[in-house]
């Protein structure tokens, strides 16, 4: 199953990829060269496949709990100062995804859209510690009535391009559901409120929609 952003890409993918192996049978008279090509080929369309597959996630909804809004590696636990909605301390999560990685996005609490916006910006690699203020990124806030306040920013790395956000203002939404998808390598920052209890690790993999980054104490 594929993401409905990537279907463009991979049509316009495959579509280049039959009409190059088809020119190379015919015009590269050299066997060692022509399916060298032909493999070159093969093995790019499997990455973009790969890139825009969209698994089924078991998401339990728990409104107790914050779930990981994507897959990757948790490469940031602090408690900082957040500057764009709370304008207050909290405490931020942050989850690295390789081009290898899932790339969609899912809420990570159910609730209420209280907060979206875009912002364009620069492509510093996901993992600078100004991408969360300088890069292209969207910011997200849902609240539900038990955990309250939860913001998530979806953040473009340097070979993102493109993010797509389908949150809206006042949407009613559910825990694990599709938020979003960013294309080409990214981070999802999370802001907690500071007396979370955080569950995971610094180098922790996650899954999006199934693991647990935060529950109330």
């Known amino acids: 199953m594929f993401h409905k952003e990537g279907y463009k890409i991979i049509i316009i993918t495959f579509v ?25 080929l093969i093995v790019f369309l499997i990455l973009i496949l790969q890139f825009f597959r ?5 998401t339990i ?3 107790t709990q914050v779930i990981s809004p994507v897959d990757g590696k948790v490469v940031v636990i602090e408690e900082v100062y957040e500057k764009e909605y709370f304008k207050d301390k909290r405490l931020q999560v942050s989850v690295f995804m390789s081009p290898i990685n899932v790339h969609v996005t ?12 875009y912002h364009p910006g620069k492509y510093l690699v ?11 990124r969207t910011t997200v806030v849902v609240e539900n009535e038990t955990f309250g306040k939860v913001l998530f920013r979806q953040i473009a790395g340097a070979l993102a391009k493109r993010i797509v956000n389908y949150a809206k203002l006042n949407d009613k ?5 599709d938020s979003g998808f960013i294309k080409f390598g990214s981070r999802v920052d999370l802001f907690l409120p500071v007396d ?3 569950n995971v690790t610094l180098n922790q993999k996650v899954r999006g929609g199934e693991s647990i980054i ?4």
């Open 16 to 40: 280049s990829v039959i009409g190059s192996a088809l020119l190379a049978d015919r015009f590269i008279d050299i066997n060692w060269l022509r399916t060298s090509l032909l493999v070159a």
């Open 54 to 58: 969209n698994p089924k996630r078991h």
């Open 61 to 63: 909804p728990n409104n």
């Open 106 to 117: 899912r809420y990570p609490i159910g609730g209420h859209v209280i907060f979206s916006k």
């Open 126 to 136: 996901a993992w600078h510690p100004k991408a969360s203020e300088e890069n292209e």
């Open 173 to 177: 939404v559910a825990q694990g559901s």
């Open 196 to 198: 979370t209890k955080i």
């Open 214 to 217: 935060a529950e109330l104490r």
